[in-house]
């Protein structure tokens, strides 16, 4: 089981995702991340391990954060090893566009195979890299989160929740979740 938690606020927000993250710790995981608006750019850290001893101490030596708002993950892993890379968030080459990321997409590899052909590099062995990437794919051609992110959910099979980011609006968190049963 993974934990996804966002804020935007009026605070510095990269100490309350982090303390966020630590309520969900009981759902056990194996690496954590967070992605804030910071100036003008994204920026993410991500470690693998137990709060504590990975996100923590990776933040501890990161210059003070002013970002007030961001998305924080914890990763449960079913698409890759438990490993930075592989840990969330993830984000296209220039973090245009950054995603956390619960649940499983069962058509990834379909999805990937087709990005490829569009020019897209992968970089992780996670099935949740295609989401952002597919995102990207739609926002290009579209211009607008929600348009992309619709798009993209329409290709996407399985049962999942994101929390987005997009560079060009800062401030803005975008969140969506799918959950479909068989039962
Ligand atoms: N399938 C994704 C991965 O392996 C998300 C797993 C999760 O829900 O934590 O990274």
New binding site residues.
């Given amino acids: ?2 934990g996804i938690v966002g804020y935007v606020g009026a605070k510095e927000c990269t100490a309350i995702l982090v303390n966020s993250l630590t309520k969900l710790e009981y759902r056990g995981y194996d690496s954590a991340g967070i992605a804030v608006f910071e100036g003008d750019r994204i920026k993410t850290v991500k470690a693998k391990g137990k709060r504590k001893e990975g996100l923590i101490k990776k933040l501890e030596n990161e210059p003070h954060f002013t970002a007030t708002a961001g998305i924080g993950h914890t ?6 090893e438990p490993s930075e890379n ?1 840990a ?1 968030p993830h984000c296209t080459d220039d973090k245009s566009v950054v995603l956390v ?4 997409i069962e058509n990834y590899q379909e999805l990937k195979d087709k990005l490829i052909k569009s020019g897209y590099a992968f970089y992780s062995q ?3 890299e295609i989401a952002v990437k597919l995102v990207d794919y739609y926002y290009r051609k579209t211009g607008t989160p929600l348009e992309a992110i619709s798009r993209a959910m329409l290709r996407i099979r399985g049962s999942y929740a994101f929390g987005i980011m997009f560079h060009d609006h800062p401030g803005k968190i975008f969140a969506c979740l799918l959950y479909t049963s068989d039962a």
């Avoid at 990763?75 to 890759?80: C, I, V």
């Avoid at 990321?101 to 499983?104: K, L, M, R, S, V």
């Fill in positions: 089981m993974c990763r449960w892993a079913t698409h890759g592989n969330h990321h619960n649940g499983i996670t099935d949740t």
